[in-house]
T-cell receptor, first 114, second 114 residues
């Protein structure tokens, strides 16, 4: 497809379990971002990948959160030992990576931790 | 820390009324400015953006925004709203000294009554 895709669209898990969220960016986009949208905190930046550079992890809320990007394309956000406060919509965005640029967002993964 | 403020959390208008949503940010340097919209059940979509040049920018669906550097503002306007404009609107800023991530305002929920 032409846009950013994310899977799964919804995920329900039990507290303490690990979850993996996937993002497929727009083809050719070298920059990829993860954000979190929650009721209490609004939209927050989590992590940013640009090409082969080391990712900017400055927004990750704890060491339970990690992300990787394989082959410069697909990215996986992993949350270990999930807590109820991790419940949120996790959004992925991509951009061309060429400078002043627009980020295009995926539909998000709605995570509910019971 | 740099921040983005949207003063109106909820706005209710009748069709054909004029709209202005406020957005202010806290940084005196170079910024890239965006308004995104999230229609019910849909993902974030770009309405308009400002990088440089004419401070009055026009976006999709009749929306426009004006960058006033002296006021650190980027207010969104539409002269006549329609029921289909019911959505949540987010102002987002890329602060020039903070990488490529976006900092979002808290969002404004707009309801347009038919």
């Amino acid at each position: 497809g032409a846009g950013v895709s994310q899977s799964p669209s919804n995920k329900v898990t039990e507290k303490g379990k690990d979850v993996e969220l996937r993002c497929d960016p727009i083809s050719g986009h070298t920059a990829l971002y993860w954000y979190r949208q929650s009721l209490g905190q609004g939209l927050e930046f989590l992590i940013y990948f640009q090409g082969n550079s080391a990712p900017d992890k400055s927004g990750l809320p704890s060491d339970r959160f990690s992300a990787e990007r394989t082959g410069g394309s697909v990215s996986t956000l992993t949350i270990q030992r999930t807590q109820q406060e991790d419940s949120a919509v996790y959004l992925c965005a991509s951009s061309s990576g060429t400078g002043q640029e627009t980020q295009y967002f995926g539909p998000g993964t709605r995570l509910l931790v019971l | 820390a740099q921040s983005v403020s949207q003063h109106n959390h909820h706005v209710i208008l009748s069709e054909a009324a004029s709209l202005e949503l406020g957005c202010n940010y806290s940084y005196g340097g170079t910024v890239n400015l965006f308004w995104y919209v999230q229609y019910p059940g849909q993902h974030l979509q770009l309405l308009l953006k400002y990088f440089s040049g004419d401070p009055l920018v026009k976006g999709i669906k009749g929306f426009e925004a004006e960058f006033i550097k002296s006021k650190f503002s980027f207010n969104l306007r539409k002269p006549s709203v329609q029921w289909s404009d019911t959505a949540e609107y987010f102002c987002a800023v890329n602060f020039g000294n903070a990488g490529n991530m976006l900092t979002f305002g808290g969002g404004t929920r707009l309801m347009v009554k038919p």
